[in-house]
């Protein structure tokens, strides 16, 4: 005898666990499709950092042309990146030297 709420033997919900016959399911990949999968997504990865690193040898002086050394690039923007706070900083006291205001959302 069964109680009122199994299911009989051998038979599975298949909504509960996902494989109903109804459902379409995606075909799994093979090994070879993932490894193709992980490396075209590391490529598309590395692709960003390099124009990532090509945009700031563009917006950074000094690092026009030259041959593209990630630390240097990094290191160069950093210091770039200071001298612009220090400068901005230096313009806010100069505004309000001179009696202007800067309003508190537009300081770092």
């Not at 299911?7 to 109804?22: D, F, L, M, R, V």
């Not at 399911?25 to 990532?52: D, F, V, Y």
């Not at 160069?76 to 990146?81: D, G, I, L, P, S």
Request: hydrophobic fraction near 25%.
């Amino acid at each position: 005898m069964s109680s009122p709420d199994s299911t009989p033997q051998g038979e599975t919900n298949g909504a509960a666990n996902g494989s109903g016959s109804g459902v379409d399911e995606k075909p799994r990949l093979t090994e070879l499709e993932k490894k193709q999968n992980h490396i075209a997504s590391e490529q598309k990865r590395r692709q960003a950092i390099r124009e990532g690193f090509d945009r700031m040898t563009e917006l950074v002086p000094g690092l026009e042309g030259q041959g593209r050394s990630e630390g240097l690039v990094l290191q160069r923007t950093v210091e770039f990146m200071k001298q612009a706070i220090e400068e901005r900083k230096r313009l806010i006291s100069e505004i309000e030297r001179r009696g202007g205001s800067v309003d508190e959302k537009d300081r770092l």
